[in-house]
């Protein structure tokens, strides 16, 4: 197997700049984790709340329009009217209903980013593989140029060996393969 990293610096630069680019694709990739896992802890608060204040709001309805509502205000029980307070739970649920769809987008934007950067990612090492390959397939070539200059240099009778040997090899492994 012929390593065309070995001795070769342009390929050594190439694989630490792509491993370069790598490394700073992941870092924002951990970025981009880290603020989805802060929006969907977000998102469940809200959804939480949401559910607290729709179970209040149905209390709300099964009470009659002169019943007392008290509302705690610093360290006072406000007095309150039932469509005052009923007004109220309905505007923030509207509010929390509000940052929940602002945070699903949210969370589609991050999820889109993350996608975008993990294809990054994938593209740099794709194309990293290929010149990695290329270099491979120009050393082997180079390698089986040497080998035949050797076996030309080297006479006839060094080519009759190596011809006779490469159709050895070939019946071995169509015997192995019968």
Known sequence: QVNPMQGNPKLEQAAAAAQKKVDEELVEVKKIQKELAKL??????FLSKRNENEMVLKE???????????????PVLAKQEVADSKMNVQKRIDFINAEISRIEK?????????????????????????????????????????QQAAATAAGP??????????????????????
């Open 40 to 45: 969907i802890e977000g998102r469940q608060s």
């Open 60 to 74: 709300f309805h099964r009470l009659d329009s002169n019943a007392g509502i008290y509302k705690l205000v610093g």
């Open 106 to 146: 949210l969370t589609k934007d991050f999820e889109h980013q993350l996608e975008e950067k993990q294809k990054k990612i994938m593209g740099i090492q794709e194309g990293f593989r290929q010149e990695l390959m290329k270099q491979q397939q120009q050393a082997q070539a180079m390698m089986a140029k040497q």
């Open 157 to 178: 009778s060094v080519q009759i060996i190596n011809s006779y040997l490469k159709s050895e090899r070939l019946l071995f492994i169509n015997k192995e393969q019968s």
